[in-house]
């Protein structure tokens, strides 16, 4: 038997995205008998911007007890899959109809560890090596997790409902998402075909960092990636950094959940407009809304072409200082390897030291060890040394 992507047949044909969670994007894989392989294993349409692929080949290859049922029932006539006009019926129910699903605590509890191999949290610390206690607690807040050799995403409502995990695979030293297969994945899809959630799974729509509302008066800056949102949270910790996963997923009725709060959009190199239009629409329903034009501006057109992000900014700021960093420790380093070797420079540099503990003594009124402990402070030191 053959088994193919599903050819356009309308909205009764196209899905809810099991990583995305977006409406009528997904392709599933079907037989030429017209059964689905399984409600995971298919491909969202938006490949820019989540990249979900499951085929039957890699699903087949998590599940191998699958293929010795698929050949009983292959013998029978039944191949085991998903009637097309049931799954078809089932996803054009109104969304009203429907409960929304979660996944149990204990489940999304196991991947809360492995950080020391995951390569987004590498990434994070190399490029913050000096504020390794903020990514901590930035990791912490948004529950950022492992599973297998995903970066994990959890979307959790402001009820702590966990409703969605996004996985994504990154290069542990670019902290760029890796564009191989199965580079982006659903926590769902995995724990459905490990056989510990049920497969009528009804995802709800949420932001992603919705969870920090609840307890925090802080502006809400909104972005499209998950990865935004955490480097986000880092480096500009005075917003409640929030991402809707794409940028067709921000609408007004959804920013209606932050009434009451001031709302900063910062939109991907390809999608202010469409923001723009979002939030005067938003504006409407008495919203306090802006839109950052910061990428706008600053993104060269080669970068918008490559669909450049605030993260992207974000992360280059950051390497600029680190780079200003190191070029400072290499002058400080080299300046002060010349005073210690230069009797006549250390001379100097010890009789500007007692100079200044004379004038803190007598001026300042403090003892000879209170006054030898502030002169010998790092940075006074620094400031010493590079005037020599």
């Known amino acids: 038997m053959r088994v193919s992507l599903e050819k356009y047949r309308g909205n009764r044909s196209r899905f809810t995205c099991p990583s995305c969670g977006h409406k009528y994007v997904f392709v599933r894989y079907i037989g030429d008998d017209g059964k689905y392989v399984d409600e995971t294993v298919g491909r969202c349409n938006r490949e820019s911007k989540c990249g979900y ?75 913050f090596p000096h504020s390794l206690e903020q990514v901590e607690a930035t990791l912490k807040r948004y529950f950022i997790g492992s599973y297998q050799d995903y970066t994990c995403f959890p979307y959790i409502d402001q009820a702590n409902r966990i409703c969605r995990g996004k996985l994504i695979r990154f290069d542990r030293r670019s902290g760029k998402r890796l564009k191989e297969k199965y580079d982006t994945h659903s926590l769902v899809a995995k724990l459905r075909s490990a056989g510990k959630l049920p497969g009528d799974f009804n995802y709800k729509q949420t932001f992603f960092g919705e969870h920090l509302l609840p307890d925090s008066a802080r502006p809400a800056a909104i972005v499209e990636s998950e990865k935004s949102a955490v480097v986000g949270a880092i480096c500009l910790p005075e917003f409640d950094w929030l991402a809707v996963g794409s940028k067709q997923s921000l609408k007004a009725e959804k920013l209606m959940r932050l009434e009451n709060r001031r709302i900063i959009l910062y939109p991907d190199a390809d999608g202010y407009e469409l923001w723009q239009q979002v939030a005067s629409e938003a504006r409407r329903n008495r ?11 600053q993104a060269t057109r080669a970068q918008k072409q490559d669909g450049c992000d605030v993260a992207d900014y974000l992360i280059n700021e950051q390497i600029e200082r680190l780079e200003a960093y190191q070029e400072f420790v290499e002058i400080y380093n080299a300046k002060l390897s010349t005073v210690l070797n230069d009797e006549s420079l250390l001379d100097d540099f010890e009789t500007i030291i007692e100079e200044q503990k004379s004038i803190l003594i007598m001026n300042g009124g403090l003892t000879d060890l209170a006054a030898e402990r502030e002169v010998t402070q790092l940075e006074n030191v620094r400031r010493i040394v590079l005037s020599l």
């Open 287 to 297: 919203i306090s809304i802006s839109v950052s034009d910061l990428i706008e501006k």
């Open 53 to 127: 692929h499951y085929p039957p080949k890699g699903f087949f290859r998590d599940n191998p007890g699958l293929k010795g049922e698929r050949q009983k029932r292959r013998q029978n006539g039944n191949y085991g899959f998903a009637p097309v006009k049931e799954a078809a019926a089932k996803a054009e129910l109104p969304s009203a109809t429907l409960d929304n699903s979660y996944i149990p605590y204990d489940l999304f509890e196991e991947t809360l560890r492995g950080y020391e191999s995951d390569a987004f949290v590498h990434f994070l610390k190399i490029l």
